[in-house]
């Protein structure tokens, strides 16, 4: 199980990308992290595998907390903590197979010297792992002589090679067309299934979150604003993004988390929007219940 509770990240410069993300993961999750751009979620997962220190907080992977961790523990929970990066991430100039190896050692820069000594046993699972993404017969190509999708699968085959309890991955098919990012989430889906791993994906369409996630956690300025069923986000939210300047349609409904800081309500198949802001010197929700009632006579 995933734990986190009470997660912070205030940059250096004051911006605060977390704030008091209280999440439990149980495992086998398919969890799909939905936000607009700049919700933290990247720095959510990046906090998980400490690339990124929380500000305050603690987060805890089957019991052991993972925020205290330095040297050689942090290096063996990373380990356990696959990363896919929507840029991919692998190195250019080495083949498919080297980089799919490099999952095993957790640091690319000492790859290059050991290549040629890598035990039997993990290049035969570096294989495996090639196999189960459909690109065992490319393990000798360069990585940079495949296409995007390519890459992302040897991505997750060095993700898969490190036999890991978690998946991250950071809005995985957002440089992928339509068709590969399904490949991409079917994917992760199955490997979700057969190993009963966490995964949890980055993401900002609703349409693939709703698809495949059996949990999705609504983020919006660090918040979290929603977090169940696909089913209940069609229920209760059109999608957890807002813009200024969308007009209120109808806001009868009462958002069904006091943290929100901003919700969005769809009531008889149109988007109801509301500018609420609860709490932290927010009005109360009756106030601005009353508030956008009034702007939607105005217009
Ligand atoms: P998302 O992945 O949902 O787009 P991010 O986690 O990347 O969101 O960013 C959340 C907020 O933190 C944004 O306001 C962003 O500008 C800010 N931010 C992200 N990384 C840094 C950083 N390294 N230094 C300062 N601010 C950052
Ligand atoms: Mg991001």
Same mark, same amino acid.
């Given at each position: 199980m995933l734990k986190l509770k009470e997660v912070s990240k205030i940059y250096r410069d004051g911006i605060k990308a977390l704030d *008091? @993300?209280?999440i439990e993961i149980k495992k086998g999750e398919f969890v799909v992290i939905l936000g607009p751009s700049g919700a933290g979620k990247s720095t959510l997962l990046r906090c998980i595998n400490r690339l990124i220190e929380p500000t305050h907080g603690r987060i805890y992977l089957n019991g052991e907390e993972i925020t205290s961790l330095c040297g050689r523990k942090l290096h063996k929970m990373r380990q356990k903590i696959g990363m896919i990066f929507q840029q991919f991430n692998l190195v250019k100039r080495l083949s498919?197979?080297?980089n799919v190896l490099s999952g095993r050692l957790g640091d690319v820069s000492s790859l290059r010297s050991l290549f040629y000594s890598f035990p039997k046993k993990d290049v035969q699972l570096a294989l495996e792992c090639l196999d189960r993404v459909g690109l065992k017969s490319y393990a000798a190509k360069r990585a940079d002589t495949l296409s995007g999708g390519q890459q992302q699968r040897v991505a997750i085959a060095r993700a898969l090679a490190q036999r890991p309890k978690v998946i991250l991955a950071d809005e995985p098919m957002a440089s992928l067309?339509?068709?590969?990012? /399904?490949v991409i989430m079917d994917l992760l889906k199955k490997i979700n299934q057969e190993e009963k791993?966490?995964?949890?994906?980055?993401?900002?369409?609703v349409e693939l979150a709703k698809e495949y996630a059996d949990r999705?956690? *609504?983020?919006?300025k660090g918040k979290v604003v929603f977090d169940g069923i696909p089913s209940l986000l069609d229920k209760h939210f059109k999608t957890i993004y807002y813009e200024e300047e969308t007009r209120v349609v109808n806001a009868d409904m009462i958002p069904v988390s006091s943290k929100a800081k901003r919700v969005w309500v769809l009531e008889a198949g149109k988007i109801a929007y509301a500018r609420w802001q609860i709490g932290e010197g927010g009005d109360s929700v009756e106030n601005q219940k009353s508030? @956008? /009632?009034n702007e939607r006579e105005e217009n």
């Amino acid at each position: 199980m995933l734990k986190l509770k009470e997660v912070s990240k205030i940059y250096r410069d004051g911006i605060k990308a977390l704030d *008091g @993300v209280d999440i439990e993961i149980k495992k086998g999750e398919f969890v799909v992290i939905l936000g607009p751009s700049g919700a933290g979620k990247s720095t959510l997962l990046r906090c998980i595998n400490r690339l990124i220190e929380p500000t305050h907080g603690r987060i805890y992977l089957n019991g052991e907390e993972i925020t205290s961790l330095c040297g050689r523990k942090l290096h063996k929970m990373r380990q356990k903590i696959g990363m896919i990066f929507q840029q991919f991430n692998l190195v250019k100039r080495l083949s498919v197979l080297q980089n799919v190896l490099s999952g095993r050692l957790g640091d690319v820069s000492s790859l290059r010297s050991l290549f040629y000594s890598f035990p039997k046993k993990d290049v035969q699972l570096a294989l495996e792992c090639l196999d189960r993404v459909g690109l065992k017969s490319y393990a000798a190509k360069r990585a940079d002589t495949l296409s995007g999708g390519q890459q992302q699968r040897v991505a997750i085959a060095r993700a898969l090679a490190q036999r890991p309890k978690v998946i991250l991955a950071d809005e995985p098919m957002a440089s992928l067309d339509p068709r590969t990012a /399904k490949v991409i989430m079917d994917l992760l889906k199955k490997i979700n299934q057969e190993e009963k791993i966490i995964v949890i994906v980055n993401l900002h369409v609703v349409e693939l979150a709703k698809e495949y996630a059996d949990r999705i956690i *609504g983020l919006t300025k660090g918040k979290v604003v929603f977090d169940g069923i696909p089913s209940l986000l069609d229920k209760h939210f059109k999608t957890i993004y807002y813009e200024e300047e969308t007009r209120v349609v109808n806001a009868d409904m009462i958002p069904v988390s006091s943290k929100a800081k901003r919700v969005w309500v769809l009531e008889a198949g149109k988007i109801a929007y509301a500018r609420w802001q609860i709490g932290e010197g927010g009005d109360s929700v009756e106030n601005q219940k009353s508030n @956008v /009632k009034n702007e939607r006579e105005e217009n």
